[in-house]
């Protein structure tokens, strides 16, 4: 494979709490890699050697119970010692941290480095190349310094970290929600493993802007998990403080599986061998959780606040993390937010599709899939007669670009004026000039100058016009903005309304002056012909022109474009043998050897 | 002619047999086959108006869409004006291949087909 395309590939990184993923955006569409367990998730545990050696993933997950086993470090990025509890196995290094392990004390950085390492290598082995940049999502509450936390981590494992995205922008990137309209807004739920996370996003000239965002780092499904486990270990008898930490693995392990269970079934039984099974029913659970679940509707209810958003304004609510399968938790959320919440993508995987999309776009992957905006209304310029010449159409794809050749009108003209025009409607002053300037060139005659102007509008919306004086290649080009993408609706609709109106006036206004200019290019063509060759046409033939001059110069005085045409089209017809005359007589005049 | 787009029928434009069967085709080999043809109708061209004709991925707001030999054709509402009545079809001959659209309200037709005059 091409070294140099390959280092082109971005990737899109979750680095979550309790699993990371990593994707790329191939054909147009955000896939996941997997690992070579063949999943798509990598659980975020790593676990250090005395030695040295280092395990990722499921690999390190196994040691849990026997070994210290590093969880959850995404919860201690950048953070500093003061801001962390206790219980924590981290150790002071000045105003931050360090983790204890086996291998020595790491900071979380380098710890999340080994995870960001993990899923390079599991994208390399996937796409055959080497990976070297990514994008990584973080909590929308991230503050700098854990963001540059994580920069740093993406750059220990050889990444270049081309883009921070929110977790939440990340999750609307991969519902599609970047195609909604300006000022759309949006709640993304996200309850994980072990956190959880709402925020409400506007759609703010194409991009998210996160306006709230509430939640709590220590609420997900660990805490169901355990929920369930105290449960059901009371209930068995059990003295949770007396398990030692393989056993607690073990039962909370069962409590997960308990409540994956539930999540369809009504009912689930809770067993641990050599102990005894309980039965947990549905009720049971919500009981359980109803502490958990209160919790996180404050939050709900915080984000909303912040936001200053009303209900009746949301135009979408998005579930992710994995803990949104849970019904109980989606009735809630209905419940919440007056609104069936959207669950359409996968609740695992749908943050690091959207990490995906994200570094596609930066990659231009997935330029065309993705910014599938178009042109709100037509472009061009103004040409002679006052007359909207359109070069790109409206409701063209961008990116895109055209081109079209104009000459000059006048003689000895020494300049051209490009008027960059917007709208819909046949006559340049019934359009919007969104820029314009002077190309100068070489005086010439009439027709003479070939002046090629290209519209481009780039991935972004950008308009760029280019005009380029074919005789001496000289260029000038001027960037428009964005004026051509961004127009507000109600600009839109005005504009398509009004040329709807005024359609057929319009386009009969241009007919007429497309005709006026061919007649006033024909009359003193015919003038001067007539001077020369007029003595050569017999009488019907000086009749015929004479009648169709006539008929020409009255329709001018009026406005009816089909008789103006017909008359020019008569007078065109007419001068034909003239016309041969002319032709004859010029060519004479070239090839006789006295000249002319 | 608010935001989405309306569902017009063949008397707007129709697709005949030969155009739908060669456009099919054409997508099917893009891997496109969600795709619709876009037809404008702008000013200028030898006659005053020409027809200006794409492939797209589907209607825009305010669009018109008319699903005629199993082809979606969109088409924005000035053009609508100047199109209705139209028939697209399509010639394999070597001189004047291609696409072509009939327009009973087209006055004068130029000779390449690609303009007219309403």
């Known amino acids: 494979m091409n070294m140099e395309a390959m280092n082109e590939v ?184 072990g956190t ?62 308990v409540k994956h269970v539930l999540s369809s079934a009504e009912e689930a039984t809770f067993r641990v061998p050599f102990v005894g099974e309980i039965s947990v ?75 995906a999309i994200q570094a596609g776009i930066l990659a231009g992957t997935v330029r065309e899939v993705l910014l599938l905006d178009v042109t709100p209304l037509s472009l ?17 794809t961008i990116p895109c670009k055209a081109g079209e050749m104009f000459t000059n009108a006048v003689d000895f003209q020494r300049s051209m004026k490009i008027q960059v025009l917007q709208g819909e409607r046949e006559l340049a002053k019934d359009n919007w000039v969104l820029g314009g300037f002077e190309l100068p060139f070489e005086a010439s005659g009439r027709g003479q100058a070939r002046v090629g102007v290209e519209f481009r509008i780039d991935a972004d919306g950008i308009l760029s016009v280019l005009a380029r004086d074919v005789a001496t290649g000289k260029d000038t080009v001027i960037e428009v903005g964005s004026s051509a993408v961004d127009v507000t609706e109600a600009k839109v609709e005005r504009m398509v309304s009004e040329s709807v109106e005024f359609a057929f006036e319009d386009m009969n206004a241009r007919v007429f002056e497309e005709a006026r200019l061919k007649a006033n290019e024909l009359l003193p063509a015919v003038e001067m012909a007539l001077s020369q060759v007029g003595d050569l046409l017999d009488q019907s033939e000086l009749q015929e022109i004479a009648e169709a001059r ?21 007078l065109d017809r007419a001068t034909e043998s003239m016309a041969t005359l002319l032709i004859e007589k010029a060519s004479i005049s070239l090839f006789s050897p006295q000249g002319d | 002619m608010k935001k989405g787009y309306t569902i017009g029928n063949e008397k707007l434009v129709k697709v005949l047999q030969g155009a739908s069967c060669h456009l099919l085709g054409l997508w099917k080999k893009q891997g496109k086959e969600e795709g619709a043809l876009r037809i404008a109708v702008i000013g200028g061209g030898c006659s005053g108006l020409q027809y200006q004709m794409d492939l797209v991925d589907g209607p825009r707001d305010r669009d018109i869409m008319v699903e005629s030999n199993g082809v979606k054709v969109v088409i924005d509402p000035k053009s609508a004006l100047f199109v209705s009545g139209s028939e697209l079809d399509y010639s394999d001959d070597l001189q004047q291949g291609g696409f072509k659209v009939s327009n009973p309200n087209a006055l004068v037709t130029c000779s390449c087909g690609e303009s007219f005059a309403a």
């Not at chain 1, 949770?240 to 930490?245: N, S």
């Not at chain 1, 998005?318 to 919440?336: E, Y």
């Not at chain 1, 909207?388 to 063209?396: D, V």
């Not at chain 1, 005085?557 to 103006?564: D, K, P, R, V």
Request: glycine residues 10%; negative net charge; contains cysteine.
């Open chain 1, 380 to 396: 061009g310029i103004e040409t002679m007669g006052g007359l909207m010449n359109i070069l790109i159409p409206r409701n063209t």
């Open chain 1, 550 to 570: 006539a008929k020409v110069e009255k329709a001018l005085l009026g406005n009816q474009s089909a008789l103006l045409k017909e008359g020019v089209e008569c």
């Open chain 1, 196 to 257: 959880f996370d709402v925020s409400v996003l506007e759609m703010r000239e194409g991009v998210f802007e996160v306006l709230a965002t509430a939640g709590d780092t220590s609420l997900g499904g660990d805490d169901f998990d355990e929920a369930l486990t105290l449960f059901a270990a009371d209930q068995l008898g059990m003295r949770w403080g007396d398990l030692d930490a393989m056993a607690r693995v073990m039962w909370l392990s069962e409590g997960r599986r």
């Open chain 1, 281 to 355: 029913s549905q009720d049971r659970f919500r009981k359980l959780l109803s502490d958990h679940l209160g919790r996180m509707e404050s939050c709900c209810r915080r984000a909303l606040l912040d936001a200053r958003v009303e209900l009746g304004d949301l135009d979408s609510v998005l579930m992710v993390g994995g803990s949104s399968r849970i019904p109980m938790v989606r009735k809630k959320v209905a419940a919440i937010f007056g609104k069936e919440p959207d669950l359409s993508q996968h609740p695992d995987e749908a943050i690091a599709r959207g990490a």
């Open chain 1, 10 to 193: 971005i990737v899109g990184i979750d680095l979550g709490t309790t699993q990371s993923a990593v994707g790329v955006v191939e054909s147009g569409f955000p896939i996941l890699l997997a690992n070579e367990e063949g999943s798509r998730l990598t659980p975020s545990a790593v676990w250090y050697g005395e030695s040295g050696e280092v395990e990722v993933g499921a690999l390190a997950l196994r040691r849990q119970g026997v070994d210290h086993v590093i969880t959850s470090v995404k919860s201690l990025m950048g953070r500093r010692f003061d801001e962390v509890d206790e219980s924590e196995r981290v150790v002071r290094n000045g105003e931050g941290l360090l983790l204890e392990s086996a291998a020595g004390p790491k900071s979380p950085e380098e710890v999340s480095a080994e995870i960001l390492k993990k899923l390079k290598s599991v994208a390399e082995m996937q796409l055959e190349g080497e990976i070297s940049k990514a994008v990584i999502t973080v909590p929308a509450y991230f503050n700098d310094g854990q963001r540059a936390a994580t920069k740093k981590a993406g750059e220990m494992a050889g990444l270049e970290v081309v883009r921070v995205l929110s977790e939440p922008t990340a999750a609307a990137l991969s519902y599609g929600l970047d195609r909604l309209d300006e000022s759309s807004k949006v709640v993304v739920f996200d309850l994980g493993g």
